[in-house]
Nanobody
Framework: QVHLVESGGGLVQPGGSLRLSCEAS????????MAWYRQAPGKRRERVAA???????NYAESVKGRFICSIDSTKKTMTLQMNSLKVEDTAVYYC????????????WGQGTQVTVSS
């Protein structure tokens, strides 16, 4: 019931910046938190950043000071501004939402590839 679509992935050189967006649509449930996860080849999926609808954020230690997660005034678009990118940031980045109607629900986007390489 919550459809998530990521965009903004691509190829960038080390030290560069990239901005990812996630748009939520078709909502019939109340979203109370959203997050960005990433998964590199051969590695487990990990949470990169999380944000509540009030704007409170939490970041993985590996991206603190480099990434900024935000949500717009409509509460339907989440952005991940990635600065000072490193090769190890290369992964598929996924948008996630947690919502609640009668029962909790988790939804995922399709993912967008971020490649950091010279």
């Amino acid at each position: 019931q919550v459809h998530l679509v990521e965009s903004g992935g691509g190829l960038v050189q080390p030290g560069g910046s990239l901005r990812l967006s996630c748009e939520a649509s078709g909502m019939s449930r109340a979203i109370y938190a959203m997050a960005w996860y990433r998964q590199a080849p051969g590695k487990r999926r990990e949470r990169v950043a999380a944000i509540t609808m009030s704007g409170e954020t939490n970041y993985a230690e590996s991206v603190k000071g480099r990434f900024i997660c935000s949500i717009d005034s409509t509460k339907k678009t989440m952005t991940l501004q990635m600065n000072s990118l490193k090769v190890e940031d290369t992964a598929v980045y996924y948008c996630y939402s947690a919502s609640l109607a009668t029962t909790p629900q988790k939804d995922w986007g399709q993912g967008t590839q971020v490649t950091v390489s010279s």
